[in-house]
């Protein structure tokens, strides 16, 4: 079956940080943090869609296969997962700008949420990641995102610069369940 997808308006809110808050966490190996290389593309749309299909996510679902291949090559992205028993529990990615490092996707799987994890995980991806240059940790989120996510963001430091509707691609399925 072919996913449609529309172009809808959606309140999106445009984060930043400076001194991103890091920290080396014990995992007790029950958690591992990976940095991911040479990436499947069709395993990583699989975590991607499994995370991200209750708020929209379609960023990397959209482009074909050999298009998200070079986005996942990129020498200035950055893909993290968090594992759990080899089991994957989340996904960080971001992108390495001039100025700034662009937080694009961060989220755990349905089953993880509300465990107290996001917090650690993104503190330890940055804490192995301490070698940019950048001065400032960009994101935005918006109003179809996790509940607490905004929230969630202005807690680890993030402050808000702008809030705008943007125009962004969600499946026909998605919009029709979240019809306002």
């Known amino acids: 079956m072919q996913i449609r997808y529309k172009k809808i308006p959606v309140k999106t809110y445009y984060l930043q ?16 943090i990976i940095k991911k290389e040479n990436i499947d593309t069709s395993e990583y749309r699989k975590i991607y869609s499994e995370i991200g299909k209750d708020f929209g996510w379609t960023g990397h679902l959209i482009p074909g296969e050999k298009r998200l291949a070079k986005i996942l090559t990129s020498p200035r992205l950055h893909i993290y997962y968090l594992y759990n028993y080899q089991k994957v529990a989340g996904l960080i990615a971001f ?3 001039a100025q700034s490092v662009e937080l694009l996707y961060f989220g755990l799987i349905p ?27 960009e994101l935005h989120t918006c109003e179809f995102d996790h509940p607490n996510a905004l ?14 509707i943007d125009c962004e691609f969600y499946s026909v399925e998605f919009i029709q369940k979240h019809s306002r």
């Open 151 to 164: 929230s969630f963001y202005l807690s680890l430091g993030f402050k808000k610069i702008k809030e705008q």
């Open 111 to 137: 089953e993880y949420i509300g465990k107290g994890l996001g917090k650690k995980f993104m503190q330890s991806v940055f804490y192995f990641a301490t070698g940019f240059e950048q001065e400032f940790v």
């Open 95 to 97: 992108k390495e700008h």
């Open 17 to 32: 940080a400076k001194n991103m808050p890091c920290a080396k966490v014990n995992w007790q190996n029950r958690f591992e």
